[in-house]
């Protein structure tokens, strides 16, 4: 198997993992960057308030989402760009859940995706002081992009996996998780196994 997958990243308008206001994603086909693509999105309601200290990261105001395609309306793009790909992500908990949750607010089925975290390659693979994604990054050969900027992320991540299946030899992401002790993660709720609202919230 080829060394495909996709790398994501958000950004949130605040302390809830379903406040998503922006999104960036890299297609990766066989050790490459194919395809990338990265937008606003207007965080659902209930969820959108613009918190100083998010804010202050990622300097996305609010009205710079005004105009911005809703989660429901642009759900569809990022899960066609994704595809049936492992999703890599520096911290990929995060990134999961923000989508998982994202969904859950608007009612949308979130697909099983799987997940590879680029952060725990980054700490097999590389030996450094800090494993920031900046850091990690520089480590494999992408340096001086715009941090928290989520496209620019995207591609320092899927930099990181790229690198790292290089150096270990792997040919896939399994082979690479493999070969460093990591697993490929499993969806949290499987398709047939949906949340209950009691414990979609839990």
């Known amino acids: ?95 999961v859940n923000v989508l998982r949750r994202a969904s859950e607010a608007t009612g949308l089925e979130c697909p099983p995706y799987r997940s590879l975290c680029s952060l725990q390659v980054a700490r097999k693979t590389y030996d450094l002081d800090s494993y920031r994604l900046p850091r990690a990054a520089a480590a494999a050969g992408f340096a001086e992009f715009s941090h928290h900027d989520a496209l620019a992320d995207a591609r320092a991540c899927a930099q990181i996996v790229i690198d790292s299946a290089l150096r270990a030899g792997a040919s896939d992401v399994f082979a690479l998780a493999a070969s460093l002790g990591l697993r490929i993660t499993e969806p949290v709720v499987a398709t047939s196994e949906r949340a209950t609202p009691e414990r979609a919230v839990a």
């Open 1 to 95: 198997m080829p060394l495909d997958f996709t790398a994501i990243d958000f950004e949130t308008a605040n302390s809830s993992p379903a406040s998503a206001c922006s999104v960036g994603l890299v297609r990766v086909r066989d050790g490459r960057v194919v395809a990338t693509a990265g937008w606003l999105i207007q965080p659902p309601a209930g969820h959108d308030e613009f918190q100083e200290w998010n804010v202050r990261i990622h300097g996305i105001q609010p009205e710079d989402v005004q105009t911005a395609d809703s989660w429901i309306d642009q759900f569809d793009r990022l899960c066609a760009f994704a595809g049936a790909d492992v999703l890599v992500a520096h911290n990929a908990g995060f990134d």
